[in-house]
C-alpha cells in the first residue's frame, strides 16, 4: 500500500509563494508518475501537474503553467510544488497523486493540504 504524505500548506496573501511537499513510501512501478490535484470548495478536484521519478517530465494545467514548478528529489522521495506569484482562485485543498506506469488513472492519494489565498 502506497502512502503520500503532504505538507506545506497555508495561508498567503495574492502574489505570495508557497512550497507544497509529498513524501512518498516508494518509487517504483506502482508510483511511476506523481501528480498534484486540487479542490477548490463546490468544485471538482482537478490537474494541476506530474512529474516522474525516472527522468523528470513534468506536465501542467493551462491555469499554472509559469507560475507553479514541480520538482523531485528522489534520494529523499520527495516531491514538491513550488507555487509563485499565487492568486485568490489558487484557493483549495492539494492533493499529491500516484499512479503506475500501466493505470489509466491515478491509484493513491494523500490526505490533502489546505492553500488559502486572500485577496
Known amino acids: 500500500q502506497v502512502q503520500l504524505v503532504e505538507s506545506g500548506g497555508g495561508l498567503v496573501q495574492a502574489g505570495g509563494s508557497l512550497r507544497l511537499s509529498c513524501v512518498a513510501s516508494?518509487?517504483?512501478?506502482?508510483?511511476?508518475?506523481m501528480g498534484w490535484f486540487r479542490q477548490a470548495p463546490g468544485k471538482d478536484r482537478v490537474f494541476v501537474a506530474r512529474?516522474?521519478?525516472?527522468?523528470?517530465?513534468?506536465d501542467y494545467a493551462d491555469s499554472v503553467k509559469g507560475r507553479f514548478t514541480i520538482s523531485r528529489d528522489n534520494a529523499k522521495n520527495t516531491v514538491y510544488l513550488q507555487m509563485n506569484n499565487l492568486k485568490p482562485e489558487d484557493t483549495a485543498v492539494y492533493y499529491c497523486?500516484?499512479?503506475?506506469?500501466?493505470?489509466?488513472?491515478?491509484?493513491?492519494w494523500g490526505q490533502g493540504t489546505q492553500v488559502t489565498v486572500s485577496s
Open positions: 497523486a500516484s499512479r503506475s506506469l500501466s493505470s489509466s488513472g491515478f491509484d493513491y
Open positions: 516508494e518509487q517504483t512501478f506502482t508510483t511511476y508518475y
Open positions: 512529474t516522474t521519478w525516472r527522468d523528470g517530465y513534468t
